[in-house]
């Protein structure tokens, strides 16, 4: 695989599984399958975020005209399980939108600086790019502290303080570019939980000392990605993350070849 720019999701997978990685992220990989509903989902939940943020949607009308010229029904049309789960997924998305339009996150004193802000840097000394995008920035003036949301859908893993996971230090990485714009001392990665009758906040503040006895490690597995060419077969069929990903080569391939069927 030919590539010099790598997401936080491509770290994460290579450190879990380098097979897993090149079965993912291959052209013929899980990157080019038609996205599942629950992905579709996100992505407008995601856009709908966008615009509460940016105070374009604030009332259940605004809301309900956004969902209705926005939601992409073509692409949730032909998903398993036919209406039902398109209404479904219909219903959740305008319940966790609304829910979150009747009390968006914004900590006294903060400041919206930008929504859906995407970061690109070079890794120093390297032949490799690292990009992300910040669902929403938040700089705090009087604290000179920045915080940068990101939200989900399902509930985020905890991970060891003395341990940061390789997203954290990446995303602490890509900060570093907003200090001119925001000369923050204080950098906090808040992970929002939101949901139809819920939001939770876990909020994490990046230090210096410990991405800097472990930032070597995300590099040398940068370079690693970026030189990858063959990757050797497990032993056994164990591995999880493996198992996963051929699960949905295989959904793939029965959907591509399944036959076409026009109706009057």
């Known amino acids: 695989m030919d590539r010099t720019l790598f997401s936080p999701a491509m770290l994460e997978a290579f450190r879990a599984c380098k097979r897993a990685y090149a079965l993912a992220y291959s052209g013929q990989g899980v990157t080019s399958r038609a996205a599942s509903a629950s992905a579709v989902c996100k992505r407008f939940i995601l856009r709908g ?26 692409k949730l049309a032909d998903q398993p399980g036919g209406k039902d789960s398109a209404t479904r997924a219909f219903l959740y998305a305008y319940k966790t939108l609304l829910n979150y339009a009747s009390r968006p996150y914004l900590p006294e004193g903060a400041q919206v600086g930008a929504v859906a802000l995407k970061v690109r840097s070079r890794v120093p000394n390297s032949r490799v790019y690292l990009e992300d995008v910040f669902d929403l920035v938040l700089w705090h003036p009087q604290d000179k502290k920045l915080e940068i949301v990101l939200f989900h859908l399902k509930p985020v893993r905890a991970q060891s303080v003395q341990w940061p996971s390789p997203s954290t230090l990446v995303r602490q990485h890509l900060a570093e570019r907003l200090k001119v714009r925001w000369p923050f001392e204080k950098l906090v990665l808040t992970m929002v939980k939101i949901g139809p009758a819920e939001m939770k906040e ?10 800097r006895l472990h930032w070597p490690e995300i590099v040398k597995s940068l370079e690693e990605m970026n030189d990858l060419t063959e990757v050797a077969e497990h032993e056994d069929d164990s591995c999880v993350y493996c198992r996963a990903i051929e699960s949905k080569l295989v959904a793939d391939n029965a959907v591509n070849h399944s036959p076409i069927t026009l109706t009057a």
């Open 49 to 74: 975020l966008c615009q509460i943020n940016r105070g374009l949607v604030t009332t259940p009308s605004q809301l309900q005209k956004f969902m209705g010229q926005h939601w992409p029904i073509d």
């Open 202 to 211: 876990s909020p994490i503040t990046a230090e210096d000392s410990l991405y």
